[in-house]
């Protein structure tokens, strides 16, 4: 079993940064791709970003020369460092993990106001 604990959520202004983490625990074998995934109030949950257990990526096309996704396998952890940050990034960000299984974070609020 695994549990995933997303950090790093809060409130920016326009252009700003945060970097987002999700921790992995649990009785962990192995994971394989890891994704970011979020969702604005009255919206469907979207993919933000994916990564491999290798370390290939993809991005959505609203998030694409902003945000980099990484991990770090030894910590089974992963990143979501957003820049530019303009206010229809607001939503709730989730951390997705596949293993044989597929596991959600709780999810952790990105909010960008002036």
């Known amino acids: 079993q695994v549990q995933l604990a997303e950090s790093g959520g809060g409130l920016v202004q326009p252009g700003g940064s945060l970097r987002l983490s999700c921790a992995a625990s649990g009785r962990i074998s192995r994971i394989y791709t890891m994704a970011w995934y979020r969702q604005a109030p009255g919206k469907q949950r979207d993919l933000v970003a994916v990564?491999?257990?290798?370390?290939?990526?993809n991005y959505a096309d609203s998030v694409k020369g902003r945000f980099t996704i990484s991990r770090d396998n030894a910590k089974n952890t992963m990143y979501l460092q957003m820049n530019s940050l303009k206010p229809e990034d607001t939503a709730v960000y989730y951390c997705n993990a596949h293993t044989p299984f597929e596991y959600w974070g709780q999810g952790t609020q990105v909010t960008v106001s002036s």
């Open positions: 990564i491999t257990s290798i370390g290939s990526t």
